[in-house]
């Protein structure tokens, strides 16, 4: 039987809110998405109020994983302040924070370190230089997941031609899907990609930070998150709570862009962590028919910028229709054309993160070809 957000909305009729009324009426719960017999819906309440409507989020589901059709359910109880003047969000405190690429306690077992590929707007190839990056330090012989972070714009799918849908185990544990030596999450496996996620920030922290905790990512040396586009409130949030080790900047050499990555590197630097450096990604294009390069977007502006602000500067990754094509495909072009030099570019890169990482590798990886 198909599970309707209707019969949802009725089930959680039974479910009692702190004041007493049924938490259907309720103005905290939000829009609900079913998706496959997945289930997903917020309570937004007061944060003082949290602790109270934990009892809530619980039976509520409960209530739902019990209904005929459902496999999962993801309930996030997002609390926020009152309204008042915005104040800026808690630096960690000094014996929390990390001043070294040292590791920190990451509190997911298994998983050594993580890092996040991030920039300060979207439209720069942070996607797809995060998956080429996971697959380049793969090459290194390293044990390596993906977490595909961006809710509103999931690119994992499409990237990687994913379209299976991941275990559940005991009702709540996912179980990643794995594809060219990568253990690999998103929330694109769980919602169809033409479903819009109409979720606030603190939803949005609460289903990364489920998908980071509550799958079975087993042994990892690396996670590569695939962080949101931008500097809001969401990415900021997610840059204090996720356990990072290091983050890389991408960006096009253009002026407009260098701006954003700035704002990127200033909020890593904020909740103080550590920018392993730039990737200057559409850098100069080189013609296939005659070899000509043609600098459209000002090459050099990247390592210009990186070499201001004192921070490593990765290398560059061309404007290139063969990984524009690879990308589209679903066949990234570190894994599907390993000896081409543009995937000798990603692993170079990759190279430079995991020495910065101090991260050795635990076994040789086999290189995956598709012809």
């Not at 017999?37 to 739902?64: N, Y």
């Not at 849908?165 to 033409?194: C, N, W, Y």
């Not at 990512?217 to 996670?223: A, K």
């Not at 909740?271 to 013609?287: H, I, K, R």
Request: aromatic letters at 4%.
């Amino acid at each position: 039987m198909a599970i309707t957000k209707e019969a949802v909305r009725e089930r959680l009729q039974s479910v009692k809110a702190p004041n007493g009324g049924d938490l259907a009426a309720s103005k905290n719960l939000s829009e609900i998405v079913v998706t496959d017999g997945k289930v997903f819906f917020s309570l937004t309440v007061d944060a003082a109020e949290a602790q109270a409507w934990e009892p809530v989020r619980k039976a509520a589901e409960q209530a739902v994983k019990a209904m005929p059709g459902v496999s999962s359910v993801l309930v996030a109880l997002t609390a926020e302040k009152k309204g008042g003047a915005a104040s800026a969000p808690p630096r960690p405190a000094p014996q929390q924070q990390a001043h070294s690429h040292g590791p920190r306690n990451t509190s997911i077992p298994g998983v050594g370190k993580i890092i996040a590929v991030a920039s300060g707007k979207g439209g720069v190839g942070k996607s797809t230089t995060a998956v080429n990056l996971a697959l380049g330090l793969r090459d290194l012989g390293l044990k390596v997941g993906l977490l595909d972070a961006d809710i509103y714009g999931p690119s994992a799918p499409r990237l990687l031609a994913i379209k299976e849908r991941p275990q559940a185990v005991g009702g709540r544990t996912l179980i990643p899907i794995e594809k060219f030596g990568l253990k690999i999450m998103s929330i694109g496996f769980l919602v169809d990609e033409e479903t819009p996620m109409i979720w606030r920030g603190p939803m949005v922290m609460s289903a990364i930070t489920q998908m980071l905790r509550e799958v079975e990512w087993g042994e990892l040396d690396v996670m590569v998150v695939d962080m949101p586009p931008g500097t809001g409130d969401a990415q900021l949030t997610l840059a204090q709570q996720v356990p990072l080790a290091g983050s890389v900047i991408v960006s096009t050499p253009q002026d407009l862009a260098l701006v954003d990555a700035r704002r990127g590197i200033a909020m890593f630097r904020r909740v103080d962590v550590p920018v392993l450096g730039l990737v200057e990604n559409m850098s100069y294009f080189l013609c296939p028919k005659c070899g000509e390069r043609t600098e459209i977007f000002s090459h050099g502006g990247t390592k210009a910028e990186a070499s201001r602000l004192q921070v490593p500067f990765l290398g560059e990754v061309p404007l290139e229709p063969v990984i524009r094509e690879t990308s589209d495909a679903g066949l990234p072009v570190v894994a599907t054309k390993p000896d081409s030099p543009y995937a000798k570019i990603y692993r170079e890169i990759a190279e430079k993160v995991r020495d910065q990482l101090g991260v050795a590798a635990a076994r040789a990886a086999p290189r995956i070809v598709i012809e």
